[in-house]
């Protein structure tokens, strides 16, 4: 790559109209950019300002004075967008008014041009005092670079600082690593953000920096194969968003990715994320290799030499066997002095298992020479690769270390090839917390406390790793995933019939959640198609424990005490079937004497009557545990008209409470009830609810609130318009652009009603804008299953037409029509 040269032009135009110009024709050179485009930057920088001081010193009588440049700029990497960090050092001879004279002739032009200037003015001594005292600063000036001005000055300053530096590194390393630590809790991990912040998270450009600074203490150094690359890419970046943006950010949000992406030349924003996550993981590697070596050498040097005395300055650390040619030492898991890695096909994943059961990380030597001489293991693997692997998988937290070791040096993509194709792939979905590899990891890691819940705990890690490699693929991930899972659990060394189970995990992985939550569990054709898919009780156990770990390891959205129990209730109904018994058909639900009350009174006084009742369940196993909620359950009697779905939807929404299950049917009234009323019948709605936040409305608000809404008094979409606009105001809103709404109707989805599915963006009203257009399509509302993960809800409809039976096929799929358009 060849380097930009930027002369200055004649001292004419050596101002800073000149220096601006200059700039600009700079950033606007497509044909340079990265290292070049920024050490071409900082050079044409230095040289309007080496002009600008050596002018001002002139002027200002100033001898014995230097202008420094500290932190990027100090490195010569300047981004278009990029503050400028300077130090004006003097030798402490020079009067304070000829001093603060030269600083404002530089300072006021840099002002001028609009740029960020983070300045100071001190002796070398006081430079030394504020870096004594400040780590922040003490780390900026390991960066000092002589600008203009008296070089000597300069010089001694930096000879002086590292100095320090190196003799308090025992003080100043700790400091700098709880300072790491705390960044990374507040910022997060870069490498799997959706918008992150390309300096801050962790794995960001700071965490370079400070892997500089531990390297410049002479105590310790980062792994360096693949770390330059990996801060230059994040650089690259940064310069990218900072011209599509023309703003000084380094949070790369979702509405500029797709900019970012072309300014770089990549194909789109899912190749830029991968990019910035791979460049991220090398430098989250690299620091937690050289943290762990610090905190080594720290503990050796915390020996009292009296102790070394005893001990003898050549005693050798002491090795603890762990597995066949792997032991322990130092606190890490090394090979054993016999080993032969280029013989022992097994010793990796070996290795791997001893390491994560002992809770110990793996030696960075040991994994780079299992990386460099290790063979492909031949297929079938061999009997003790396969219970080595599953071995890894189930030790719980300790396996993600472990594995982002092996991944690191590239030894899991040589045991499964198609890791490759999910290796720090992004998941735009923000219900998930990780990209789709560290989604594995983290699924067998929740899978490895259910183990004790299924009778083949190696099936479950392995379909747990597995399950979602189809993302990496085109199509239907589970339809794809199977395939892959076939042919991974052949290579692995199962048999066929634990390789079918392994494929059926994977196939339905999403089953059990996706009913439960979308589907009428009373409909015998819901419990069949179930039972029909899993096929076997083993099977059925799998796939639960699989289901809880999946969405343990989506994210917060993903599970709750509600989902695991309509997960459950559906678990004992398939499994009910599975042992030879038949799905009993619904028959029309005896009313409770509390919806048996409240019909006598709605068709008593012709308006709507309500009641809000909490529900709670038992979660878990140990006695004395306090019940968790699983919503409120509303229950609402009101005389049957039209318009019922969408005004209890308004109106619930209008509180912020939020819809889980709906179920609507007509009351079957007491014989006296003889239509003699004001009405010829009641509709009973039983629903879940829960507040989005804060507490509950009291009833007879949202009663009040019912019978405006159902009188035409009160205007719910006005109301909900304006809520919509506030939400649509939200900073974590603006720009992400929301995929359209899909209405279709589920193939054989119940015998007894049409089922209409709805995948939208989810926003206040929502609910109330798909009842009207139901309403409007002349369609009854059975029941409704409701779901939402992060933004987008995906919602079920059980509909017939008014003759009470399923639509024909065209009707239907002319509804879903109409709802599809009312959305949009």
Same mark, same amino acid.
């Given at each position: 790559?060849?380097?930009?040269?930027?002369?200055?032009?004649?001292?004419?135009?050596?101002?800073?109209?000149?220096?601006?110009?200059?700039?600009?024709?700079?950033?606007?050179?497509?044909?340079?950019?990265?290292?070049?485009?920024?050490?071409?930057?900082?050079?044409?920088?230095?040289?309007?300002?080496?002009?600008?001081?050596?002018?001002?010193?002139?002027?200002?009588?100033?001898?014995?004075?230097?202008?420094?440049?500290?932190?990027?700029?100090?490195?010569?990497?300047?981004?278009?967008?990029?503050?400028?960090?300077?130090?004006?050092?003097?030798?402490?001879?020079?009067?304070?008014?000829?001093?603060?004279?030269?600083?404002?002739?530089?300072?006021?032009?840099?002002?001028?041009?609009?740029?960020?200037?983070?300045?100071?003015?001190?002796?070398?001594?006081?430079?030394?005092?504020?870096?004594?005292?400040?780590?922040?600063?003490?780390?900026?000036?390991?960066?000092?670079?002589?600008?203009?001005?008296?070089?000597?000055?300069?010089?001694?300053?930096?000879?002086?600082?590292?100095?320090?530096?190196?003799?308090?590194?025992?003080?100043?390393?700790?400091?700098?690593?709880?300072?790491?630590?705390?960044?990374?809790?507040?910022?997060?991990?870069?490498?799997?953000?959706?918008?992150?912040?390309?300096?801050?998270?962790?794995?960001?450009?700071?965490?370079?920096?400070?892997?500089?600074?531990?390297?410049?203490?002479?105590?310790?150094?980062?792994?360096?194969?693949? &770390?330059?690359?990996?801060?230059?890419?994040?650089?690259?970046?940064?310069?990218?968003?900072?011209?599509?943006?023309?703003?000084?950010?380094?949070?790369?949000?979702?509405?500029?990715?797709?900019?970012?992406?072309?300014?770089?030349?990549?194909?789109?924003?899912?190749?830029?994320?991968?990019?910035?996550?791979?460049?991220?993981?090398?430098?989250?590697?690299?620091?937690?290799?050289?943290?762990?070596?610090?905190?080594?050498?720290?503990?050796?040097?915390?020996?009292?030499?009296? &102790?070394?005395?005893?001990?003898?300055?050549?005693?050798?650390?002491?090795?603890?066997?762990?597995?066949?040619?792997?032991?322990?030492?130092?606190?890490?898991?090394?090979?054993?002095?016999?080993?032969?890695?280029?013989?022992?096909?097994?010793?990796?994943?070996?290795?791997?298992?001893?390491?994560?059961?002992?809770?110990?990380?793996?030696?960075?030597?040991?994994?780079?020479?299992?990386?460099?001489?290790?063979?492909?293991?031949?297929?079938?693997?061999?009997?003790?690769?396969?219970?080595?692997?599953?071995?890894? &998988?189930?030790?719980?937290?300790?396996?993600?270390?472990?594995?982002?070791?092996?991944?690191?040096?590239?030894?899991?993509?040589?045991?499964?090839?198609?890791?490759?194709?999910?290796?720090?792939?992004?998941?735009?979905?923000?219900?998930?917390?990780?990209?789709?590899?560290?989604?594995?990891?983290?699924?067998?890691?929740?899978?490895?406390?259910?183990?004790?819940?299924?009778?083949?705990?190696?099936?479950?890690?392995?379909?747990?790793?597995?399950?979602?490699?189809?993302?990496?693929?085109?199509?239907?991930?589970?339809?794809?995933?199977?395939?892959?899972?076939?042919?991974?659990?052949?290579?692995?060394?199962?048999?066929?019939?634990?390789?079918?189970?392994?494929?059926?995990?994977?196939?339905?992985?999403?089953?059990?959640?996706?009913?439960?939550?979308?589907?009428?569990?009373?409909?015998?054709?819901?419990?069949?198609?179930?039972?029909?898919?899993?096929?076997?009780?083993?099977?059925?156990?799998?796939?639960?424990?699989?289901?809880?770990?999946?969405?343990?390891?989506?994210?917060?959205?993903?599970?709750?005490?509600?989902?695991?129990?309509?997960?459950?209730?559906?678990?004992?109904?398939?499994?009910?079937?599975?042992?030879?018994?038949?799905?009993?058909?619904?028959?029309?639900?005896?009313?409770?004497?509390?919806?048996?009350?409240?019909?006598?009174?709605?068709?008593?006084?012709?308006?709507?009557? &309500?009641?809000?009742?909490?529900?709670?369940?038992?979660?878990?196993?140990?006695?004395?545990?306090?019940?968790?909620?699983?919503?409120?359950?509303?229950?609402?009697?009101?005389?049957?008209?039209?318009?019922?779905?969408?005004?209890?939807?308004?109106?619930?929404?209008?509180?912020?409470?939020?819809?889980?299950?709906?179920?609507?049917?007509?009351?079957?009234?007491?014989?006296?009830?003889?239509?003699?009323?004001?009405?010829?019948?009641?509709?009973?709605?039983?629903?879940?609810?829960?507040?989005?936040?804060?507490?509950?409305?009291?009833?007879?608000?949202?009663?009040?609130?019912?019978?405006?809404?159902?009188?035409?008094?009160?205007?719910?979409?006005?109301?909900?318009?304006?809520?919509?606009?506030?939400?649509?105001?939200?900073?974590?809103?603006?720009?992400?652009?929301?995929?359209?709404?899909?209405?279709?109707?589920?193939?054989?989805?119940?015998?007894?009603?049409?089922?209409?599915?709805?995948?939208?963006?989810?926003?206040?009203?929502?609910?109330?804008?798909?009842?009207?257009?139901?309403?409007?399509?002349?369609?009854?509302?059975?029941?409704?299953?409701?779901?939402?993960?992060?933004?987008?809800?995906?919602?079920?409809?059980?509909?017939?037409?008014?003759?009470?039976?399923?639509?024909?096929?065209?009707?239907?799929?002319?509804?879903?029509?109409?709802?599809?358009?009312?959305?949009?």
């Amino acid at each position: 790559m060849t380097s930009v040269e930027v002369t200055t032009e004649p001292s004419d135009d050596s101002g800073p109209s000149g220096y601006a110009a200059a700039r600009l024709r700079l950033l606007q050179e497509k044909a340079q950019s990265g290292p070049p485009r920024r050490s071409g930057l900082a050079r044409l920088t230095d040289d309007w300002l080496d002009a600008l001081f050596t002018t001002a010193a002139a002027e200002a009588g100033v001898r014995g004075a230097a202008l420094v440049a500290v932190g990027g700029y100090g490195r010569g990497e300047l981004s278009p967008r990029s503050d400028l960090d300077l130090l004006l050092l003097h030798d402490g001879r020079a009067e304070k008014g000829a001093l603060a004279a030269l600083a404002d002739r530089v300072w006021y032009p840099v002002w001028d041009l609009g740029i960020d200037l983070d300045h100071s003015v001190r002796t070398p001594a006081e430079a030394r005092k504020t870096a004594g005292e400040d780590l922040k600063v003490h780390l900026g000036l390991l960066d000092a670079r002589h600008v203009a001005g008296d070089l000597g000055v300069t010089a001694g300053l930096r000879t002086a600082v590292l100095a320090d530096w190196r003799n308090l590194a025992p003080k100043r390393l700790p400091e700098l690593h709880e300072l790491c630590q705390e960044r990374a809790v507040r910022q997060g991990e870069l490498q799997y953000l959706l918008e992150p912040d390309l300096k801050e998270a962790r794995g960001g450009l700071r965490d370079a920096t400070a892997l500089r600074a531990v390297a410049a203490s002479w105590l310790a150094d980062a792994p360096r194969e693949g &770390l330059d690359a990996a801060r230059r890419r994040l650089l690259d970046v940064r310069d990218a968003l900072h011209l599509t943006t023309g703003r000084a950010t380094d949070r790369l949000a979702l509405q500029e990715q797709d900019q970012v992406a072309t300014e770089l030349g990549l194909l789109d924003a899912d190749t830029l994320l991968r990019e910035v996550y791979e460049a991220a993981r090398t430098i989250s590697y690299a620091s937690d290799v050289t943290w762990r070596e610090v905190n080594r050498v720290l503990r050796a040097r915390s020996v009292r030499p009296r &102790l070394r005395a005893m001990l003898g300055s050549k005693t050798a650390p002491e090795r603890t066997p762990l597995a066949e040619g792997v032991v322990e030492q130092d606190g890490e898991v090394v090979l054993a002095r016999t080993a032969r890695p280029e013989r022992d096909a097994v010793l990796p994943l070996r290795a791997a298992a001893a390491a994560a059961q002992s809770g110990l990380p793996v030696s960075l030597h040991a994994v780079r020479r299992l990386a460099a001489v290790a063979r492909p293991l031949p297929v079938p693997w061999p009997a003790e690769a396969r219970e080595e692997l599953v071995t890894l &998988l189930g030790a719980g937290e300790a396996t993600v270390g472990v594995w982002e070791a092996l991944e690191a040096e590239g030894l899991i993509t040589l045991l499964l090839p198609d890791w490759e194709r999910v290796r720090c792939r992004p998941q735009r979905n923000p219900v998930h917390t990780w990209t789709v590899d560290r989604h594995l990891v983290e699924t067998a890691v929740q899978a490895s406390a259910l183990t004790r819940r299924v009778h083949r705990p190696d099936l479950l890690l392995i379909a747990a790793l597995l399950h979602d490699f189809g993302k990496g693929w085109p199509g239907d991930h589970s339809v794809a995933g199977e395939i892959i899972a076939r042919d991974i659990a052949a290579r692995i060394g199962f048999d066929r019939a634990d390789v079918g189970v392994i494929a059926t995990l994977v196939r339905h992985h999403l089953l059990l959640i996706e009913t439960a939550t979308r589907r009428d569990l009373d409909d015998p054709a819901t419990i069949r198609a179930v039972a029909d898919a899993v096929g076997a009780t083993g099977t059925l156990e799998l796939l639960h424990a699989l289901t809880e770990a999946d969405a343990l390891a989506t994210g917060p959205a993903a599970w709750s005490t509600w989902r695991a129990s309509l997960v459950t209730d559906l678990v004992k109904r398939v499994a009910a079937v599975l042992a030879g018994e038949e799905p009993a058909a619904p028959e029309p639900a005896a009313p409770s004497a509390e919806q048996e009350r409240l019909a006598i009174e709605a068709f008593r006084t012709g308006g709507p009557v &309500l009641s809000l009742r909490a529900q709670t369940e038992a979660h878990g196993e140990a006695a004395g545990e306090e019940p968790e909620p699983l919503g409120v359950e509303l229950l609402i009697a009101v005389p049957d008209q039209p318009g019922v779905l969408p005004a209890v939807a308004g109106v619930l929404a209008m509180h912020r409470l939020t819809v889980r299950t709906a179920e609507l049917r007509a009351a079957e009234l007491p014989d006296w009830a003889d239509g003699s009323g004001a009405h010829s019948g009641v509709l009973l709605l039983d629903w879940r609810v829960a507040a989005e936040y804060g507490s509950l409305p009291q009833a007879t608000r949202l009663r009040a609130d019912l019978v405006r809404a159902l009188d035409g008094s009160l205007d719910i979409p006005s109301r909900l318009a304006e809520r919509e606009r506030a939400y649509e105001k939200n900073p974590r809103r603006r720009g992400a652009q929301a995929p359209p709404p899909r209405v279709t109707v589920a193939p054989a989805g119940s015998r007894l009603a049409t089922v209409i599915e709805v995948r939208a963006q989810d926003a206040p009203g929502l609910l109330h804008r798909i009842g009207h257009a139901l309403e409007a399509a002349k369609v009854r509302v059975r029941s409704a299953h409701i779901s939402t993960l992060g933004a987008n809800a995906v919602d079920a409809f059980y509909v017939t037409g008014p003759d009470g039976a399923p639509l024909p096929e065209i009707e239907a799929a002319e509804v879903a029509g109409v709802l599809e358009g009312a959305l949009r």
